[in-house]
């Protein structure tokens, strides 16, 4: 069971680093990258039922002590974040051959690379490491936005280069500040540390901005539309699946874990998550592109999952969890529904674009259900999740809470029909068909297909993610009550 957690982190390393030698054979990397994600998912869905009772998983890398040793652990909340993450990893990697997006020879070995530094930052058991494997996902991702080496690719770098450089240097002075306080940076040593110690709170709360700037939280948030909008549309698509949730993956545990829910600090969360979800959709309502739309949406779906966080029940808990996991493949979807209009036509702005749907109608049923289920709307998982929220926030009494989020929803619906109405419905736009073979317009669009799917049998049968939502905010909630085995 121990070798378990650790294969999500060293499988991609150990085959980007061999890729490596292989500059030349494109086909090999192909192969490889896909063989060894699918592996990583294997993995995750067999420590998913590993640890689906409760149980977490602890793994010390060489036996050494707590204190120095590199400690991976896997909890119900972890596997689930590593089996959305997978899932996407291995799609996005098929639509980058399928639309020749792969072709640089260091693209697959970036793309493990930061796979791997987002999974271990998903199982540490430390902050210190925590920053560590941020920066492991973070390094490959400042060369895959430039890796193309256009204007516009240098644009978009240079933002996003400048803010997680700053973010990570707040990440490690508040992660220094928490062990000058408390002598420790095991999370299962700093438990309830924020509420027991003023200074402990204040660490942790430089932390929490660390990764609230990560995250793209308003108000620190205009670096994500400005750089994912640029970037090249399978890139955007890894990126919206990994680096801004494993971000908010860390606040929700750091808070969880550090805070304890704590009351004093829960209103300014709730306060973050309203802002962000309406600035979120204001921003995206008055936008001419599909990447940049979505992108400022990015920042209006966080703020769902944080209202989660803001009302600190076991029942909101779970909405969040459940939110957050469906949102990754909902909006690696869209991305990679983007990623195949563009290569089928080469822009995705919307004045260029038009009457797609009876030419793709099979890449237009893709977005839609995607879209829909962003919006909220059933049979999609969507609906459920924003459901959840919505009821716990009525059984807390946050009426406000209630009506921004089914006011966003709405919004979020006229974007969609937005693109809808502009680049798959209507005449065809002036935007001429690229020299794109046919077999490579259909794997591109099933790529996007596949999550679609997805989303709408997490859906249609959403019992089981449920159940597993419910056992991840146990965790949260009473993060010293679940037993350990230790390998």
Same mark, same amino acid.
């Given at each position: ?16 680093a ?11 990397r192909?192969v490889a990258g ?6 990583v998912?294997v ?8 640890v ?7 793994v010390r890398?060489?036996g050494?002590?707590?204190?120095v ?5 896997a ?9 959305a ?5 291995l ?6 051959a399928?639309?020749?997006q792969d ?9 493990l ?24 996902m973070?390094?490959?991702?400042y ?6 080496g256009?204007a ?7 933002v ?5 450089l700053?973010a ?7 992660v220094?500040l928490?062990?000058g306080v ?20 204040l ?16 108000p ?6 400005r ?6 549309p ?6 919206? #699946? ?20 704590a009351?004093?600090?829960?209103w ?24 940049r ?7 209006s ?10 009302l600190?029940?076991?029942?909101s ?8 996991v ?18 089928d036509?080469?822009?995705d ?5 038009g009457g ?10 893709s977005f ?6 962003l919006a909220?709307l059933?049979?999609f998982?969507g ?8 009821r716990?926030?009525v059984?807390? #009494?946050?009426w406000?809470a ?10 979020t ?11 798959f ?9 690229v020299a794109?073979g046919e ?11 596949t ?6 049998l997490l859906?249609?049968?959403a019992?089981?993610?449920?159940v ?8 949260l909630t009473?993060?010293?009550?679940h037993p350990?085995?230790?390998?």
């Open positions: 069971m121990g070798s378990l957690v650790v294969v999500p982190v060293v499988a991609p390393l150990a085959t980007a061999v890729l490596l030698a292989f500059a030349r054979r494109r086909a090999l192909r896909l063989v060894v994600s699918g592996v998912l993995a995750a869905v067999c420590l998913l039922i590993l689906r009772d409760g149980s977490v998983l602890v890398i060489g050494w002590a707590p204190v040793a590199i400690g991976f652990a909890d119900t909340f972890t596997a689930l974040m590593l089996c993450a997978a899932l996407v990893v799609v996005c990697l098929a639509s980058a399928a639309t020749g072709g640089h020879p260091f693209f697959v070995p970036l793309a690379v930061l796979a791997a530094g987002a999974n271990g930052a998903l199982l540490t058991v430390d902050l210190f490491n925590l920053f560590v494997l941020i920066e492991v973070l390094v490959p991702s060369v895959l936005l430039a890796l193309r256009e516009r690719d240098m644009r978009a770098s240079r996003y280069v400048a803010t997680n700053l990570s240097t707040l990440l490690l002075t508040g220094g928490l062990y408390s002598g420790t940076v095991q999370l299962a040593e700093l438990v309830g540390a924020g509420r027991e110690s003023s200074p402990a709170a660490a942790g709360g430089l932390v929490l901005v660390a990764l609230a700037l990560k995250s793209a939280v308003v620190v948030h205009a670096w994500l539309p750089s994912y909008s640029d970037a090249p399978v890139v955007v698509a890894l990126f919206s #699946g990994l680096l801004t949730k494993v971000g908010l993956y860390a606040l929700i545990r750091v808070f969880a874990v550090v805070y304890g829910g009351a004093d600090y829960l300014i969360i709730g306060v973050v998550a309203l802002v962000s979800m309406v600035v979120g959709v204001l921003g995206a309502v008055g936008e001419h592109s599909m990447r739309i979505l992108s400022f949406h990015m920042v779906q966080i703020g769902y999952v944080l209202l989660g966080l803001a600190f029940t076991e029942a808990l779970t909405a969040a969890i459940f939110y957050l469906q949102y990754i493949l909902v909006k690696a979807a869209l991305f990679l529904s983007v990623a195949a209009v563009h290569a036509r080469g822009t702005r919307l004045a260029s674009l797609l749907a009876a030419t793709r109608p099979i890449l237009a049923m839609a259900g995607a879209a829909l289920s909220g059933p049979p998982s609906f459920l999740a924003k459901f959840l929220l919505i716990a926030a059984d807390s #009494g946050a406000l209630v009506a921004v989020a089914l006011g966003v929803s709405l919004l619906l006229t974007s969609m029909l937005k693109i809808w109405g502009s680049v419905w209507g005449p065809p736009g002036p935007a001429e068909p794109l077999g490579a317009r259909t794997w591109a669009t099933a790529s996007a297909l999550l679609a799917v997805v989303t709408l859906g249609l049968a019992q089981q993610l449920l597993l939502s419910g056992e991840a905010a146990t965790g009473d993060p010293v009550e350990r085995v230790e390998r």
